[in-house]
Nanobody, 115 residues
Framework: QVQLVESGGGLVQAGGSLRLSCSVS????????MGWYRQAPGKQRELVAT???????YYLDSVKGRFTVSKDIAKNTVDLQLNSLKPEDTAAYYC?????????WGQGTQVTVSS
């Protein structure tokens, strides 16, 4: 089984930056895909970014050029760097993992961007 714990959320002014971290209980080489989703009040959950075990990335169009997903093998974490934040980025951000047979979710961390 895989346990995911997010950290790094908080309140930031528009134009600022945050770095979210997802701590993974299993060695990253055993996981097919890591990702970040977000969900704002009254809206559906949407995929923000993914990172495969081979390094392939995907980004939501609205965050391209501003967000970067990466992994730290030594620390067993998957990080999401959020730059040039906008009020519309405000949401609960969830870490996601897939190991070919199962999906796993973290509890979420809140990102709030003030104008």
């Amino acid at each position: 089984q895989v346990q995911l714990v997010e950290s790094g959320g908080g309140l930031v002014q528009a134009g600022g930056s945050l770095r979210l971290s997802c701590s993974v209980s299993r060695r990253l080489y055993s996981i097919r895909t890591m990702g970040w989703y977000r969900q704002a009040p009254g809206k559906q959950r949407e995929l923000v970014a993914t990172l495969s075990s081979t390094g392939t990335t995907y980004y939501l169009d609205s965050v391209k050029g501003r967000f970067t997903v990466s992994k730290d093998i030594a620390k067993n974490t998957v990080d999401l760097q959020l730059n040039s934040l906008k009020p519309e980025d405000t949401a609960a951000y969830y870490c996601y993992a897939n190991d070919y047979t199962n999906d796993y979710w973290g509890q979420g961390t809140q990102v709030t961007v003030s104008s």
